[in-house]
């Protein structure tokens, strides 16, 4: 069986190639009963999500992914159940967009000296009033025929060693987890597994997190292979820590995992909406 929950997605708002409403109705379509909307260091989609979840029959929960640089490697931390209000929240998001903006502009002078000209423009134009990722700039190199798809685009052009990428530098750990309950929500590691943290990384991480007040890790996740379900279900338990599900949906071919078709958490784990009113009906 499919969970009926999904706390982790991405629209127009950043990487996603929905909006938030149409993505709202894709869930509701799907089947989804309970969603979050995380994009990435962006809340601006909420309320129009908010306000969609209601046309449809479906709960609706705040989230964000914020990017995170812990031990000079970047790392995604959802929020959520926060006050989409909170000012101190909402200045720190301001801050990591531009500093997103600054790397954009970066990874496209280093694009440049490769021979790829006028990245940063075409990755705007892709990503049209919103933040810029890795994935615009990956559409516009992938339709400029630089590589055959989104994925060997990255390993080409994106990542460590390559002429599009840069060194970021985002916020701490504890500012972000910080920052998360300090608005009011729950802080969750996303996809554990995709961060290539060796056992002693991931075990340091989930003492540190824990020790500042961290809620859960995603157990069950798009961007997780099927035996890390069992393994990540395994350190969530011996760290105490709840466990989170969420299709990382970012539209169709961007994706590994539809909506609707996330598998439920291993028998066993404590989800993250165990207290949840809105999720009730789950448990
Ligand atoms: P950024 O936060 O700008 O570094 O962009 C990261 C985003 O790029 C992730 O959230 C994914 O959506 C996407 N991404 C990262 N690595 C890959 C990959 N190997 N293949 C496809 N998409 C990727
Ligand atoms: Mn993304
Ligand atoms: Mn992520
Ligand atoms: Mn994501």
Not at 100 to 114: C, I, N, V
Not at 161 to 179: C, I, R, T
Not at 218 to 244: C, D, M, N, R, W
């Amino acid at each position: 069986m499919s969970a009926k929950i999904d706390l982790h997605c991405h629209s127009t708002v950043s990487d996603g190639l929905l909006s938030p409403q149409y993505l709202v109705a894709n869930a509701a379509a799907s089947g989804i009963k309970v969603l979050a909307l995380t994009d990435h260091d962006d809340i601006s989609g909420l309320a129009p999500a908010r306000l969609a979840a209601a046309q449809h029959d479906l709960h609706f929960v705040n989230g964000v992914e914020i990017s995170v640089t812990w031990k000079k490697r970047t790392l995604h931390i959802v929020g959520l159940k926060f006050d989409a209000d909170n000012s101190s929240l909402k200045m720190a998001l301001d801050k990591v967009r531009y500093t997103r903006d600054m790397r954009a502009q970066e990874m496209s002078a280093g694009l440049a000296k490769a021979g790829i000209a006028g990245a940063y423009e075409g990755a705007k134009a892709i990503a049209k009033q919103s933040i810029l990722t890795r994935s615009h700039f990956a559409q516009f190199l992938a339709q400029n025929g630089h590589a055959k798809d989104v994925k060997s685009v990255f390993k080409k052009f994106l990542v460590k060693g390559k002429p599009g990428f840069v060194d970021s530098n985002w916020m701490d750990l504890q500012s972000a987890v910080g920052l998360i309950i300090g608005a009011g929500g729950q802080a969750v590691i996303a996809h554990p597994g995709r961060y290539d943290l060796g056992m002693v990384n991931i075990h340091l991480l989930m003492h540190e997190f824990r020790g500042l007040g961290g809620s859960a890790i995603e157990v069950v996740t798009g961007s997780h292979q099927p035996p890390q379900y069992q393994q990540f279900a395994k350190i969530a338990h011996k760290f105490s820590l709840k466990a989170s599900l969420g299709s990382d949906y970012h539209g169709a071919g961007l994706s590994f995992m539809g909506m609707g078709h996330v598998p439920e958490l291993p028998a066993g784990c404590v989800p993250v909406w165990d207290d949840w009113p809105e999720a009730k009906f789950l448990i």
